[in-house]
């Protein structure tokens, strides 16, 4: 039996193979069909049946688990190609998707008058309204206009609408008017209209950060609902009935029902499993402060992971979109095997962001591609052989290469090709080092204190160059590097995240409607999970809170140490510092009140270097992180084989280091054994893959085939895979 991890990128579609009985990982990539990516994704199958000897429908018989990561939701926002979508809001608040906070790009001031204005997903004209008036409370101030609604929802079907986002002002504490107002749509314009609220997308407070998040999800949803029926109907035309997981964009793993209603939480749901694949590679050689580097074909992806904790963010950003859920905290940028070298107005050379994709490609593919991509740079250089490029399925014209290279390039700048390419190698390595400076930077930390984990299908030859820019001393390029974020998606927990406000000081704190909030996201989850078919007793959840000081903008989320279940069933005294005493067998809801107002005393020194612990603080939202335990796996371990690669060696090639042709010497990564150490310069290939190994750099294989590239002199060199 087989489990299966996809992840559609903008280049190629990565499908990572477990055999379940041994233990083995095999990967399989196929060019990305963005008319359609299930096709990628079949196809990707196909590949992976064809290696086990099986007939696709025999194949997928055999797949208990498959998950799924994909970009279609970030492209559908990107490209602007969402669909045609209305909404109705309370009374006078249809203006708030516009008017924001005055921002006009989180990037930018935003006084700066020459950033045109922001456009809304959903036009002015297309926002309606409708009476009704629910307090923060919860308590209804005015009823639903029902009649409002319904005539809202006429005047959104004659004007075509495809999806309809209802978004009331303090729905997050009352859902019954958004409720009835969904009913109300879907009587008038029927199942085929996509309807979403604010409070199933989002249920916090913050309107704007609300129904900019509910905006995004009804822009993206029909698309996403399109997608991932027709993937499930493609896959049960070849014969799969396992289980279909989406990737999400927290972290955690989702069943496809559930996420075709929300469907803003497939934002970056690829690259978000990218920081898991990195602690669980970085535990296994005792590192904990790691740089999660992913660089595909179109762009890197960018994780600090600090004591082996991935960071989490909802404070998220794309474009120009807020959106508030929770996400993994990852920086994208345009820079990747695909991404175009071209000369600016200035005669500068710049790299990126455009990408040539996969079709037609960079132009050593011959796919009528004629602009320069770091890919035709790195086969110039020697980097890659043209033979070898995917294990040979996509053979490469290092001619068409060079052509391209020089028009655009070497000319214009007065260089050789050789010189030009790698200016265009550097460029692109100096830009991925420039991003990863300011990531850390933000953060207050010093990257040489990171180990960088370098994935994705160009990321292994370009990751020494990067770590040497940065005065990094340590560099770990996986087994399975070019299916980085897949392999990622074995280590994630199955769960979802919930939130629900109570915007309170501790003083007023009425501890029964905590209980009642946590119980009810609890209970969620708990029929959610058996509907999948776990038991609730395998349920585990962890609870947090958004704290801050009076006063102050923004919060700090920090655990809730309270057990799962316990009853919280006191009303707060006027202050905490009261003994309360409770029967035995339970935390102390006054401890753990204590104890979080003490926690976010010291996250917020943490974060920030100071603290102020005689200012009140408030309470704002409770979150709730249900996760059932991720079905076991490991890597498979190869054999012990000292530190000499000479058995692994397949041939010389002339490579370009420094600005020197160099005889590099080429191992067969898959004749390498643990121990060996590989010096500089050199080149290792794998079939999906190339790892090189530049002169200041030693390579040393540990037990799980990974590459640890240790700058010449730095200690703390694996051996059979511990550090």
């Not at 200035?346 to 790299?351: E, H, P, Y």
Request: aromatic share 8%.
């Amino acid at each position: 039996m087989y489990r299966i991890a996809i992840d559609v990128g903008g280049t190629f579609t990565d499908c990572l193979v477990l055999d379940e009985q041994t233990g083995d990982l095999h990967q399989f990539k196929s060019p990305t069909t963005p008319p359609d990516p299930s096709i990628g994704c079949i196809d990707a199958l196909a590949k992976a049946a064809t290696a086990n000897g099986l007939a696709l429908p025999a194949f997928l018989a055999k797949v208990t688990l498959l998950i799924h990561g994909t970009t279609l939701a970030t492209n559908t926002l990107i490209n602007e190609d969402g669909a045609r979508t209305g909404m109705i809001t309370t009374r006078h608040f249809r203006d708030m998707l516009e008017i924001r906070r005055g921002y006009k790009n989180v990037r930018t001031s935003m006084y700066n008058v020459f950033v045109p204005p922001y456009k809304p997903l959903i036009p002015r004209r297309l926002r309606l309204e409708a009476e009704e008036r629910v307090l923060y409370t919860g308590e209804v101030h005015k009823p639903l206009n029902e009649d409002e609604v319904r005539e809202a929802a006429r005047q959104l079907g004659r004007e075509g609408i495809e999806s309809v986002a209802i978004g009331f002002l303090h729905a997050y504490a009352n859902t019954a008017h958004e409720r009835r107002a969904a009913e109300i749509v879907e009587e008038e314009l029927g199942e085929g209209v996509y309807v979403t609220t604010s409070s199933q997308i989002l249920p916090v407070w913050r309107e704007w950060e609300r129904f900019s998040t509910m905006a995004v999800s009804a822009y993206t949803g029909p698309a996403v609902k399109r997608y991932l029926l027709a993937l499930e109907d493609r896959l049960a035309e070849n014969g799969f009935a396992g289980s279909l997981m989406m990737m999400l964009s927290d972290g955690l793993v989702e069943t496809v029902e559930n996420c075709i209603p929300r469907a803003v939480y497939l934002i970056g749901s690829g690259p978000a499993a990218a920081p898991a694949a990195a602690v669980h590679l970085g535990s296994e050689t005792g590192h904990k402060n790691l740089l999660s580097f992913d660089m595909g074909g179109t762009s890197i992806d960018i994780g600090v992971v600090m004591g082996g904790e991935i960071p989490t963010t909802t404070e998220g950003w794309v474009q120009d979109e807020r959106v508030a859920i929770k996400m993994v905290d990852i920086v994208s940028a345009g820079a990747g095997g695909g991404s175009i070298a071209w000369v600016d107005s200035l005669g500068l050379l710049r790299v990126g962001p455009n990408s040539a994709g996969g079709d037609p490609g960079p132009a050593c593919y011959a796919k009528g591609g004629t602009a320069p991509t770091v890919t035709d740079a790195d086969l110039v250089l020697g980097y890659i052989d043209p033979d070898f490029f995917l294990g040979g399925e996509i053979p490469l014209d290092p001619g068409l290469a060079a052509r391209a290279i020089v028009d655009k390039v070497a000319q214009p700048l007065g260089m050789t090709v050789e010189q030009a390419a790698e200016a265009i190698m550097t460029g692109v390595s100096s830009f991925t080092a420039d991003e990863i400076n300011e990531v850390a930077t933000r953060r207050g930390i010093d990257v040489r204190d990171l180990t960088l984990v370098a994935g994705g299908g160009a990321g292994p030859a370009h990751a020494a160059f990067i770590a040497d820019i940065l005065g990094l001393p340590h560099v770990i390029v996986p087994s399975v590097a070019s299916t980085y974020s897949a392999f990622g998606m074995f280590a994630m927990d199955v769960g979802r995240n919930y939130a629900r406000s109570y915007i309170t000081r501790f003083a007023d704190l009425d501890t029964d409607r905590v209980q009642a909030l946590y119980e009810e996201m609890e209970q969620e989850a708990i029929t959610g999970f058996e509907e999948m078919g776990y038991r609730a007793e395998d349920v585990s959840f962890a609870r947090t809170a958004d704290l801050r000081y009076i006063g102050q903008f923004h919060e700090v989320e920090v655990e809730m140490p309270m057990d799962p279940g316990q009853d919280l069933s006191e009303t707060a005294e006027t202050t905490f510092r009261a003994s309360v005493f409770r029967d035995a067998g339970g935390m102390q809801m006054l401890d753990a009140v204590e104890e979080a107002i003490d926690n976010f005393h010291a996250k917020h020194y943490d974060l920030y270097t100071f603290n102020m612990p005689w200012q009140g603080v408030e309470l704002l939202t409770f979150r709730l992180r249900a996760t059932v335990p991720k079905a076991p796996f490991e890597l498979h371990r190869i054999p012990e084989g000292g530190p000499d690669p000479s058995a692994a060696l397949k041939s010389h090639r002339d490579c370009w280091f420094g600005g020197e042709r160099v005889s590099t010497p080429v191992f067969d990564g898959s004749r390498l054994k643990a121990g060996n150490h590989v010096v500089g310069p050199a080149i290792i290939e794998e079939p999906t893959t190339t790892v090189v190994v530049p002169g200041s750099f030693t390579a040393t294989v540990d037990a799980q085939r990974s590459y640890h590239l240790n700058r010449n002199g730095a200690v703390g060199e694996p051996s059979g895979g511990t550090t």
